[in-house]
Nanobody, 118 residues
Framework: VQLVESGGGLVQPGGSLRLSCAGS????????LAWYRQSPGSQRELVAE???????????SYAESVKGRFTISREESNDIVSLQMNDLKPEASVVHYC?????????WGQGTQVTVAS
């Protein structure tokens, strides 16, 4: 599956951004989806993930540092996974990546830069 992120940019501390990731090439609903972020010289860090479940079987999980501020969602009709980020802090000033996983095989987008600064 091919993934293309959008929605990054510059925002003030405490502000909000919504990242989106559009998938193509495969049936999106088969994939567990996630957002990661990576600072230079560091490993990619899992921010949020959402499984393939529907309704009560859908499971979302978040890194402790973003719980209560970020929300991950998926739109099967448009093959999009989004990350709503509220109350952004300077440590979010890194590249954010969309991830799709099925059967242990990962696909990645090219990344989108988020900068949180006054």
């Amino acid at each position: 599956v091919q993934l293309v992120e959008s929605g990054g940019g510059l925002v003030q501390p405490g502000g909000s951004l919504r990242l989106s990731c559009a998938g193509s090439g495969r049936v999106f609903s088969y994939y567990n989806l996630a957002w990661y972020r990576q600072s230079p010289g560091s490993q990619r860090e899992l921010v949020a993930e959402i499984n393939t479940g529907v309704g009560s079987r859908q499971v979302k999980s978040y890194a402790e540092s973003v719980k209560g501020r970020f929300t991950i969602s998926r739109e099967e009709s448009n093959d999009i996974v989004s990350l709503q980020m509220n109350d952004l802090k300077p440590e979010a000033s890194v590249v954010h990546y969309c991830n799709a996983n099925v059967g242990g095989i990962n696909s990645w987008g090219q990344g989108t830069q988020v900068t949180v600064a006054s």
